[in-house]
């Protein structure tokens, strides 16, 4: 399950697609060129592997500058729809995935359909990433990435108190229950009112086997009140409210959470600034079935803009295994490419 549905839903009222196929067009690569780049990766490994990469295509071509200008999450989107109502666009974006489909609707991506066709990698992705990508059957970016989100343990509670991974919700009571001691809860989620909130419950709500269409369903109820009851039992804290994912790190960091829901973006810091904490992951306890959620970031090129020629090798670039795996691995990101996803680097981890 993806957040593809609640994109779809809010994207009809947002506009028409732009739907013309744009010819490929030879780029000469010894001419000048000035690329600016938005991203919201403002800290961490995610900003440095970005920076890294941008510099190696550089140095690969001198003639080359990339502009990059990282902008917070919250105020990307706004960003982009100030820009296209000013004209003041990069030439391309990060975009987050569940975003990818609105941003097309508005007319505000290159619609690169015919380029993708010439190109030939389509089928080297998974079908969930890929398809976030494309709007009204015309493709508008590339998948640069994925994420999901499992249960993560800290073992130094887990196995002193001999609690195994919990397999369903019961369960998740069960070791919740038995994790916590004193101001160490047994679990921590992000419950804050944004996308980062929503982003860790909605796994909670399709186990159940409803959907946002459902979500007062006894089901929809039901996972709601798993938290609810969690938080009450004193069990996980009243600050999930305030806490986005990276609160929830620090208190898994910090020994006040003995589990958390969280994603393998956080692998770098972990073992950067926790070296000798020792965890382990598992997949979330479901209910009538198990889920996770697809997340992750796309690249798109503004549409009509002076450069999409270089823009698009830059991309393509940036996609070539031996180009990909580096920045991946660097910034503790999974590949949406399926001939990547079996390199030994992730397939013995």
Not at 138 to 167: K, M, Q
Request: net charge negative; aromatic share 10%.
């Amino acid at each position: 399950m993806t957040r593809r549905r609640v994109l779809t839903a809010t994207a009809g009222f947002v506009g028409a697609a732009m739907t013309g196929g744009v010819p490929r067009r030879s780029y000469a690569r010894q001419e000048a060129v000035t690329l600016r780049w938005w991203d919201y990766y403002s800290q961490g490994a995610n900003n440095t592997a970005t920076q890294a990469q941008l510099q190696r295509y550089m140095d690969a071509n001198p003639n080359v500058k990339i502009e990059r200008t990282p902008i917070p999450f919250a105020d990307l989107k706004q960003k982009l729809l100030q820009g296209a109502a000013a004209g003041d666009l990069p030439d391309i974006a990060v975009i987050d995935n569940p975003d990818h489909q609105a941003f097309a609707a508005l007319g505000i991506l290159e619609d690169l359909t015919d380029r993708v066709a010439e190109w030939g990698q389509a089928d080297a992705y998974f079908t969930g990433p890929w398809d976030s990508t494309i709007w009204q059957e015309r493709n508008y970016g590339i998948p640069d990435n994925s994420n999901c989100l499992v249960l993560w343990h800290n073992t130094a509670f887990t196995g002193p108190a001999e609690v195994a991974p919990p397999t369903d919700w019961e369960e998740l009571r069960t070791a919740a229950a038995a994790l916590t001691d004193g101001d160490r809860m047994g679990l921590a989620v992000s419950g804050v009112k944004s996308e980062e909130g929503t982003f860790q419950w909605l796994p909670f709500l399709w186990e159940t086997g409803e959907d946002i269409p459902t979500i007062a369903s006894e089901g929809g109820q039901r996972a709601l009140q798993l938290w609810v009851d969690l938080v009450n039992e004193g069990n996980m804290s009243k600050g999930i409210l305030g806490w986005n994912q990276q609160d929830v790190l620090t208190q898994f960091q910090n020994g006040k959470a003995a589990m958390m829901v969280n994603g393998p973006w956080q692998i770098p810091t972990l073992r950067d600034q926790s070296p000798d904490l020792k965890w382990e992951v598992s997949t979330l306890p479901k209910d009538k079935q198990g889920a996770s959620i697809l997340g992750g970031e796309n690249y798109s090129i503004i549409k009509g803009g002076p450069n999409v020629d270089a823009a698009w090798d830059l991309l393509v670039w940036t996609q070539q295994p031996e180009n990909l795996k580096p920045y991946l691995s660097e910034a503790g990101k999974l590949p949406s490419r399926q001939d990547l996803a079996e390199d030994p680097y992730w397939t013995s981890d």
